[in-house]
Nanobody, 130 residues
């Protein structure tokens, strides 16, 4: 069964760090992009980062939104079918529900379009106070 399960959210002070984890089912962890999205109250869902789970060295196998580039890092552990999001220098603007998501199909689909997503996790809340 295709599924994604997030963990690691919580409440922190501005400037602190959090690490989110997403355990991806074997069927989904295969030659496709896994994404992190977030949605703050009253705002649209925003693509944060994504990573290619296939093999090979590609320049754009990892992508970030401009709002998090340089502060967030996405990584993967293929032995555990897990994708991580290390979030550093957090600010109140990063407060949101964070969702792990998988591309609709296998293949090179790196763009942050909601229509590219076929599977969502349940989300994990991140709250950053000033």
């Amino acid at each position: 069964q295709e599924q994604l399960v997030e963990s690691g959210g919580g409440s922190v002070q501005a400037g602190e760090s959090l690490r989110l984890s997403c355990v991806v089912s074997k069927d989904l962890y295969s030659k496709r992009f896994i994404f992190w999205w977030r949605q703050a109250p009253g705002k649209e869902r925003e693509g944060v980062a994504n990573i290619w789970t296939g093999t090979g060295n590609h320049d754009d196998a990892i992508n970030y939104a401009a709002t998090v580039k340089g502060r967030f890092e996405i990584t993967k552990d293929g032995s555990k079918n897990t994708v991580f999001l290390q979030m550093n220098s957090l600010s109140p603007d990063d407060t949101a529900m964070y969702y792990c998501a998988a591309a609709r199909h296998e293949g090179w689909i790196p763009k942050f379009f909601l229509t590219n997503i076929g599977y969502w996790g349940q989300g994990t809340q991140v709250t950053v106070s000033s």
